[in-house]
């Protein structure tokens, strides 16, 4: 149990347009998700935080209007990058925190690549 | 804020000797500190987590402990396998707060040789 997909797991794309990630919890409900980006040999660094049917709790530094957040049902997240840069290209991971719980499972990771 | 820090950044072991990494927090109100690790191009993966009623937990060849008075848990992994070689990341958080936002460590990059 406590499986986490995301999809795309890697997506190339030009500069100036925009990318959609989805992260889905395949067997649990998750009122919370977080995004993180990864750079290599980083840890994890904190977005934001998507709450389900409200809006999403950016860390500070992050641009709202860049990564835009929806969390729209209880097993679905979607990040979606907008006017993509080649300095946005990173590692993106999603994880889901079942109901009344803390621990967090991790999605496979979404490789984003901006020429 | 919550500040881990994770020690040491890399750690080289025989197989079948042990691995411990250690980590150290500051705010006395996290209670939950779990462990994941992660492979190459791949997302962190939960192996093992304690919550601080408990002082130690062990799950096969990995256990935790933890101190609260000196804030800190260590990561220990005994016989040591190649696969086992991965970075891995403790982290903390505060139960029922911020809605299980977790802070995490810098990662220890584990090689395991053969």
């Known amino acids: 149990g406590a499986v986490v997909s995301q999809h795309p797991s890697w997506v190339i794309c030009k500069s100036g347009t925009s990318v959609k990630i989805e992260c889905r919890s395949l067997?649990?409900?998750?009122?919370?998700m977080f995004w993180y980006r990864q750079f290599p040999k980083q840890s994890l660094m904190l977005m934001a935080t998507s709450n389900e049917g409200s809006k999403a709790t950016y860390e500070q530094g992050v641009e709202k209007d860049k990564f835009l957040i929806n969390h729209a049902s209880l097993t679905l997240s979607t990040l979606t990058v907008t006017s993509a840069h080649p300095e946005d290209s990173s590692f993106y991971i999603c994880s889901a925190t079942p109901s009344g719980y803390n621990e967090q499972f991790f999605g496979p990771g979404t490789r984003l690549t901006v020429l | 804020g919550e500040n881990v820090e994770q020690h040491p950044s890399t750690l080289s072991v025989q197989e079948g000797d042990s691995a411990v990494i250690k980590c150290t927090y500051s705010?006395?109100?996290?209670?939950?500190f779990p462990w994941y690790k992660q492979e190459l191009g791949k997302g962190p993966q939960l192996i093992i987590d304690i919550r601080s009623n408990v002082g130690e937990k062990k799950d096969q060849r990995i256990a935790v402990t933890l101190n609260k008075t000196a804030k800190h848990f260590s990561l220990h992994i005994t016989e040591t396998q190649p696969e086992d070689s991965a970075v891995y990341f403790c982290?903390?958080?505060?139960?029922?707060?911020?809605?299980?936002?977790?802070?995490f460590g810098d990662g220890t990059t584990l090689t395991v040789k053969p």
């Open positions: 982290a903390a958080s505060t139960h029922n707060t911020n809605a299980g936002k977790s802070t």
């Open positions: 705010d006395s109100a996290s209670n939950y």
């Open positions: 067997d649990f409900q998750a009122t919370t």
